[in-house]
């Protein structure tokens, strides 16, 4: 099959996050200002504020898969197999070389390897210690082939590399592979497992970006004049993606169509984001979609709550939408979850999906006190807000190294 | 430590690497992987964990002395009871 320029819908949406294990759980606690921030012991750190999720792993995996697997693998394989039940589509009998496994990660293998070093530190540092697993728990792969494996799927499984901006990537990915024939159903999105390494905690508070607050529910609190920094999260949200006319010709329910995107690159520094980019980043993708700026109704924004970050997302925000979008709604899932990483952009989105149907837009909680500089026309702040148009959904997630990305999903419409 | 206490100590670690299987109707006789869904990589958990729980170490070329559990028994009472009578 060649080049295919169809319409690319999601079809089926499974996920993981720090307060639901369901798109209708995940939904309403966004709807009620339920956050899923929690105390979690960090080796060697102690006790920080994190996200953690709790789905039943032995829900879809035999004890042994938990016991060779990864975490990461794990949330994959529980979002994967939510996906296609959530799809009702008849997976077993399509073909598995015609499906397609794309799983953004921000990063995979410090959990596993700093297991591996502190397993052989008990044991003199001998690595006649060191697991002969751990070349398959880190091989940057893992997360995707676990799910192969799982399933049986033939086809292209790999992860999608691209710190914070993964997830969207995933989705970016597999439309396009749709689009050029590579494969006929694609399960996509993003993945984190980061909560398992004190590394990522440990370089973020040496970065000083690690939120801290006596109550954890309230440690994530982008915009916020007191954000103090970053929430570190687990999370997976994977969808299920198909042309068009294969999604109608099984009578498959339609959550949206992927309108258009952009990802590219800051090129200016290894960890300072960069508006200028992020709105050309924003741009661009409105462009693709073939829509003008308001035309979009909820912007759901990266903001991470770094003292500097947020207020140069916000400055893209303005940079693009200014005054003159009277529908343009902005919000944050962060403020709940706090930042799950590789799977952040996938979960932010599938928590605005509803929007679609029930018209409203979830708001950002946590804002006490406004920062000024955060101030955006149509923020909606620790109330969710009922709106006369929600057809049309843009969700930028950024990463380090400078890699920006904003996907645009709209309401599908025959 | 007797034969028996040994095939134990290897059921005990199997329990751990099978954590899905039924053990209770293992035969001594019969080859585990003939047995057991065992993979080559659950066998190398075998070997590390006969390193890491009891000090044993097995060399690659006596793998094939761990086919069953009786001639695990046969190959690593003797280990066992050495490493006991050196503490």
């Not at chain 1, 394989?77 to 996906?83: G, M, N, S, T, V």
């Not at chain 1, 000024?372 to 807000?385: A, E, R, Y």
Request: charged letters at 20%; glycine letters at 10%; hydrophobic letters at 40%.
């Amino acid at each position: 099959m060649g080049m295919n320029l169809s319409r690319i819908v999601i079809t089926g949406v499974g996920l993981t996050a720090p307060n639901g294990n369901s798109l209708g759980e995940f939904r309403s606690h966004l709807l009620n200002g339920v956050a899923g921030v929690e105390w979690v012991e960090v080796r060697y750190m102690g006790r920080l504020p994190a996200g953690v999720c709790h789905f039943d792993p032995l829900r879809y995996q035999k004890k042994k898969e938990l016991r060779v697997g990864t975490r990461a693998g794990s949330i994959s394989i529980y979002c994967a197999r939510e996906a296609l039940a959530d799809s009702g589509a008849d997976f077993e009998a399509r073909p598995k070389d015609r499906v397609g496994i794309y799983i953004g990660c921000t990063e995979h293998g410090n959990v596993e390897t700093e297991n591996e070093i502190y397993a052989i530190s008990k044991f003199g540092y001998d690595t006649r210690f060191w697991s002969h697993y751990h070349n398959p728990r880190t091989v940057a792969n893992n997360p995707a082939g676990e799910v192969s494996l799982h399933l049986g799927v033939t086809g292209p499984a790999y992860t999608i590399g691209a710190a914070c901006a993964a997830g969207n990537l995933g989705l970016i990915h597999a439309a396009q592979m749709l689009r050029l024939g590579e494969v006929d159903f694609a399960i996509c999105g993003g993945v984190s497992e980061s909560v398992h390494t004190f590394g990522i905690f440990a370089g973020f508070k040496s970065q000083g970006a690690l939120a801290s607050h006596p109550d954890p529910r309230r440690a994530s609190r982008p915009f916020d004049k007191a954000r103090n920094g970053i929430v570190v999260s687990e999370g997976g949200c994977l969808y299920t993606l198909e042309r068009l006319e294969d999604a109608l010709a099984r009578g498959a329910r339609i959550y949206g169509e992927i309108a258009g995107y952009c990802v590219n690159s800051d090129a200016s520094d290894y960890v300072l984001p960069n508006p200028t980019r992020q709105a050309e980043c924003i741009r661009r993708a409105v462009a693709h979609a073939g829509l003008e700026p308001k035309d979009i109704h909820i912007v759901n924004t990266h903001a991470t709550a770094t003292p500097q970050g947020d207020i140069q997302e916000c400055e893209a925000i303005r940079a693009v939408f200014g005054e003159g979008c009277p529908d343009t709604w902005v919000n944050n899932t962060k403020s709940f979850i706090g930042h799950c990483m590789g799977a952040a952009g996938a979960l932010e989105l599938a928590g605005n999906l509803p929007s679609f149907s029930d018209k409203v837009v979830h708001p950002t909680i946590n804002v006490d006190d406004l920062d000024p500089l955060c101030s955006l026309p149509g923020l909606v702040l620790n109330l969710p807000k009922s709106v006369a148009k929600a057809d049309t959904i843009l969700n930028n997630s950024f990463g380090m190294l400078g890699i920006n990305s904003t996907l645009i999903v709209r309401r599908y419409v025959a | 430590m007797t034969k028996d206490e040994c095939k134990n100590a290897v059921i005990a670690i199997i329990s751990d690497i099978a954590p899905d299987e039924d053990l209770s109707t293992l035969k001594p006789d019969v080859r585990l992987r003939d047995q057991l869904q065992l993979d080559s990589m659950d066998f190398l958990d075998i070997v590390m964990e006969l390193r890491k729980r009891h000090g044993i170490e097995v060399p690659e070329a006596d793998y094939p002395k761990l086919a069953s559990l009786d001639s695990c028994a046969e190959y690593l009472t003797p280990k066992f009871n050495s490493l006991a009578a050196k503490s």
